[in-house]
């Protein structure tokens, strides 16, 4: 990539020099006007720099000339001025001037060269949909996007694109409003913004060959993200779809690094169970919803069966091994509607959604044979177990988590490797060990 600076003042065109070689470009510098416009004639440049005051032109008739040679019509021409005069201002826009950046203030030069540099490096990595029913239409513009980097899949009816959409993930959908088969423009701007989850979020860039205002506020009304008229011009297709991509991809980012930061809040870190926090936000809805439709709920405390040991005879890092074994097991055991957290230290607690006592006591039993043939780091790991069920009399959650905890201790006190169980108002029952 290949940049010019136009700068009569030594010390500012080094300045600025190092500034564009810095942000990943080469850079070309000329003294004067003349200097500048053969350097232009001899190469091509991305992208020009010019001082407002040179020595041999003035620098509004220089931009001219410059926006008169072919090579350089949509080239970003950035003037650094120390003049702020509003009119000036206008008129330098009106010659041709892209930027206009304020030699008072070196760091916004800096970030304008680095933004500039970076937008004209980067192509636009993205999945397109395109809904377009002319083939020559439709050919200019995949070359477009495909010069542009784009993946890009053409349909040329709404009822065959819609149905890729539903199956794939695009970053965006762009669609012209009159098109062959049933379905019309605004027929897909609906079915996109009415798809289910983050695929409503996916933008839409809109194409007709009308300008009519009506038809696009109500396109704008019905969820497109922006509206473009026919013919398109290359680089206000591109811009706009750059904008609207860009914008999807830093909300994907944003929604993903929420999901991670959710995920460190929720859940423990050793063994990927949720953590007592979660337990006590989310065991009182199971609760709820368990009394309000009538449905059973189980709960099981297990208690890894003389950890310390573990920790003093092999070390911390073993035991970490132990816990974190042990929580894949319970998480590969237990259904989707189940809930598994790590109360503390050796201590885990399943709620068992949609589960009676019966189906309980089969449950645990059958986890805690699991958990002596898993054998994590080689070591034969045992645990006791409590059980209890949700009582048809109401009661919250510390109350059902004390009968299973009573179960816990019962095991213990009975010989550990084995499941107890307490319910409402009964005597603790332990089973005999397999």
């Known amino acids: 990539m290949n940049g010019l600076v136009i700068e009569p003042s030594r010390m500012f065109q080094q300045l600025l020099s190092q500034m564009v070689t810095v942000s990943g470009a080469n850079c070309f510098t000329a003294s004067s006007g003349s200097e500048g416009i053969n350097l232009a004639q001899q190469k091509v440049f991305d992208f020009i720099f010019i001082a407002r005051h ?3 032109i003035d620098s509004v008739d220089f931009i001219k000339k410059l926006r008169s040679m072919k090579r350089y019509k949509k080239t970003p021409i950035v003037m650094i001025t120390s003049d702020s005069h509003k009119d000036n201002r206008d008129t330098l826009f ?8 304020s030699k008072d203030n070196m760091e916004a030069v800096e970030r304008g060269i680095n933004n500039l540099i970076n937008t004209a490096q980067q192509g636009i990595s993205a999945k397109v949909l395109y809904i377009e029913d002319s083939k020559s239409i439709g050919q200019m513009t995949m070359g477009i996007m495909d010069n542009a980097g784009m993946d890009v899949d053409w349909f040329d009816n709404g009822e065959e694109a819609i149905e890729k959409f539903n199956n794939n993930d695009y970053d965006i959908v762009v669609t012209d409003i009159e098109l062959a088969g049933k379905m019309t423009g605004f027929g897909v701007v609906s079915a996109v913004k009415n798809s289910e989850g983050l695929k409503k979020r996916i933008p839409v860039l809109a194409v007709s060959g009308s300008e009519d205002l009506v038809r696009r506020v109500e396109l704008l009304k019905q969820g497109a993200n922006d ?4 013919p398109m011009q290359e680089d206000e297709l591109i811009a706009r779809m750059k904008n609207l991509i860009t914008t999807k991809q830093l909300f994907d980012q944003v929604q993903e690094q929420q999901e991670k930061l959710y995920e460190m809040a929720t859940r423990d870190s050793l ?11 989310f065991a009182p809805k199971y609760l709820s919803e368990a009394y309000r439709f009538k449905t059973p709920l189980s709960l099981m405390v297990i208690d890894l069966d003389h950890f310390k040991l573990v920790n003093d005879t092999h070390g911390h890092a073993v035991g970490d091994i132990v816990l974190s074994k042990t929580g894949e097991l319970l998480q590969s055991f237990c259904r989707s509607e189940d809930m598994v957290a790590r109360f503390g230290g050796e201590e885990f607690v399943v709620l068992l959604g949609h589960c009676d006592l019966r189906n309980g006591k089969i449950k645990a039993e059958k986890f805690r044979n699991q958990l002596m043939a898993l054998k994590p780091n080689g070591l034969v790991v045992t645990a006791s177990i409590g059980l209890t069920t949700l009582p048809e009399e109401k009661i919250d959650f510390d109350n059902l988590f004390k009968m299973a905890d009573d179960a816990v201790y019962e095991a213990k006190e009975t010989g550990r490797n084995r499941v107890c169980v307490k ?10 060990v397999a």
């Not at 009106?94 to 950046?101: A, D, M, N, W």
């Not at 319910?423 to 005999?432: F, I, S």
């Open 227 to 230: 509206f473009i008229t026919k």
């Open 423 to 432: 319910t409402h108002g009964d005597e603790l029952q332990c089973e005999d």
């Open 94 to 101: 009106r010659s041709g001037v892209t930027e206009i950046l």
């Open 271 to 281: 063994t990927g169970c949720y953590n007592r926090h979660s337990l006590s936000e």
């Open 54 to 56: 040179i020595d041999d």
